[in-house]
């Protein structure tokens, strides 16, 4: 369902949810994975992450007598202070991308020579993934979803005194 712009708190609380669910569920799927010395792929469990960016950070095409000229901000201090026009017909939420990453840091190498999946020297390298720094985001995690579910409440709540006026 398309929410319009002057309801755009809606959007922004919506898709801070979503991120932070995502967020919750890669947190979990990571926990459960601190055993797993073997993938399909043959390694140790690499801990996952998700990256939340823009899709397109800056890029402003003008049309000038059937020509377009692509403008890329290629520094940071590049036109500063520069404030977007926004137009009712534009949506107040920039379309931002969510990927999964992984992290490729190798795990910690334990000795243990009885277990399947040690090397010649008897050497198992155990998954990537702090259970402490999980806990720690998961708690974060959880937290920023409350306080995006609190927005979107009060946004509601606005909405619906503003219908009993």
Known sequence: ??????????????????????????????????????????????????????????????????KTLDMKRSSNSHITGLNPVQTPEMEAVRKFKTETGEDKAPGELVYMPDHPDANAEGYVELPNVNV????????????????NLTAFNSAKQIAKDSLEI
């Open 1 to 66: 369902m398309k929410i319009f712009p002057r309801f755009s708190s809606f959007n922004i609380s919506a898709f801070g949810m979503g991120v932070e669910k995502r967020k919750m569920d890669l947190i979990a799927e990571n926990i459960a994975n601190t055993g797993t010395t073997k993938t399909d792929e043959g390694t140790p469990y690499r801990k996952k992450f998700l990256s939340v960016t823009e899709k397109k950070s800056f890029e402003l095409n003008l049309d000038y007598q059937g």
């Open 132 to 147: 402490i720094n999980e806990m720690v985001d998961m708690i974060a995690a959880s937290r920023s979803f409350e306080a």
